[in-house]
């Protein structure tokens, strides 16, 4: 994507988080950068960068419109915060860059295994995103060692925003786990929506039996879109 041709760009930082997105993704975004939040996150982002460590990397953060066009979009899964600990955050939700399995990915495995008799080592999530996974997380940046800093940077406006523009489409699968994935819930009106605890251990095992990856997969097929193929690599 070369975004000097299509926007003007704001500044250095800017132009990485937009590179090679997909063009499918642009009506979205010239929407967003005329409105007020948008300079104002660019504005903190680019002063916390320049500050102190932020993951995921700058280029990552929309990674999820780098990977796919909306129209591939079938299912969107909404996470919480990238993880904060060196070299762990992928920009897309749940997944992680490192071999070890963060524990709420940990918990999402096993319910795999239990649901779908798949048994998953990878905690590389791109595999789901081609297949048109859309794995986002409710702020899409954080600072170091410091869970929930960026909570008032400005992303809820920009992912609240990229929902609703998502659910014109007729009919994707939204996956609501927790209560903070499910204050999104008000903002859908064509979804599917399937709800359930949080897959963190913190929710004490509530999350499995869920059956979420054969739910989601008897859906596209009822859509006559093809499942998801839940294995990672």
Not at 73 to 97: C, E, M, N, R
């Amino acid at each position: 994507m070369d975004t000097n041709n299509d926007f003007e760009i704001i500044n250095d930082i800017e132009k990485q988080l937009l590179k090679d997105i997909d063009q499918s993704w642009y009506s979205f975004l010239k929407k967003e950068r005329n409105k007020e939040y948008y300079h104002n996150l660019i504005e903190k982002l680019t002063s916390s960068y320049q500050k102190t460590n932020i993951y995921p990397d700058l280029y990552d953060i929309l990674k999820p419109m780098k990977i796919i066009s909306k129209a591939e979009v079938k299912v969107v899964i909404i996470g919480q915060d990238p993880y904060h600990t060196p070299l762990v955050a992928d920009g897309l939700a749940f997944s992680s860059k490192q071999n070890k399995i963060p524990p709420s990915l940990k918990n999402i495995f096993k319910e795999i295994k239990s649901d779908l008799n798949i048994v998953n080592e990878s905690p590389d999530l791109t595999s789901w995103a081609k297949q048109g996974v859309f794995l986002i997380n409710s702020v899409l940046s954080v600072e170091e060692n410091k869970a929930k800093s960026h909570h008032k940077l400005g992303w809820s406006d920009f992912v609240i925003n990229l929902i609703k523009d998502l659910d014109k489409n007729i009919q994707l699968i939204f996956v609501l786990w927790g209560n903070d994935a499910q204050k999104y819930e008000k903002y859908l009106n064509n979804a599917i929506v399937i709800k359930g605890v949080h897959p963190s251990p913190l929710a004490r095992g509530g999350f499995f039996g869920g059956k979420y990856f054969s739910k989601i997969n008897d859906i596209l097929k009822q859509q006559n879109k093809l499942p998801i193929d839940w294995r990672t690599y």
